[in-house]
């Protein structure tokens, strides 16, 4: 069982900057896909950056430009550096992680806000 453990969320005013870590708790051999979701009250679960199994990087469209995902491989690791946050940033982020396609593991979730 692969744990994810998030970090880095807050509160911070429009036009700042966040830093979301996501650290697994295994080290991972397999193919996998790492990166972030996130739910805003009354919406659904969406896409935010998620680095895939063949090593690219998608974003979704709100988010580019603005925010970046990276990853640590040798520490299991993933970063999402969030400028320019809008009020419409507000969510709670979720990191996500699927191993060889088939193994889905959620983190616990870490609440981001943006104050206009």
């Known amino acids: 069982q692969v744990q994810l453990v998030e970090s880095g969320g807050g509160m911070v005013q429009a036009g700042g900057s966040l830093r979301l870590s996501c650290a697994a708790s295994?080290?991972?051999?397999?193919?996998?896909?790492m990166g972030w979701y996130r739910q805003a009250p009354g919406k659904q679960r969406e896409l935010v950056a998620i680095i895939t199994t063949g090593g690219s990087t998608n974003y979704a469209d709100s988010v580019k430009g603005r925010f970046t995902l990276s990853r640590d491989n040798a520490k299991n690791t993933v970063h999402l550096q969030m400028n320019s946050l809008k009020s419409e940033d507000t969510a709670i982020y979720y990191c996500?992680?699927?191993?060889?396609?088939?193994?889905?593991?959620w983190g616990q979730g870490t609440q981001v806000t943006v104050s206009s």
């Open positions: 996500k992680l699927t191993i060889a396609e088939t193994f889905t593991y």
């Open positions: 295994a080290n991972i051999r397999s193919r996998n896909a």
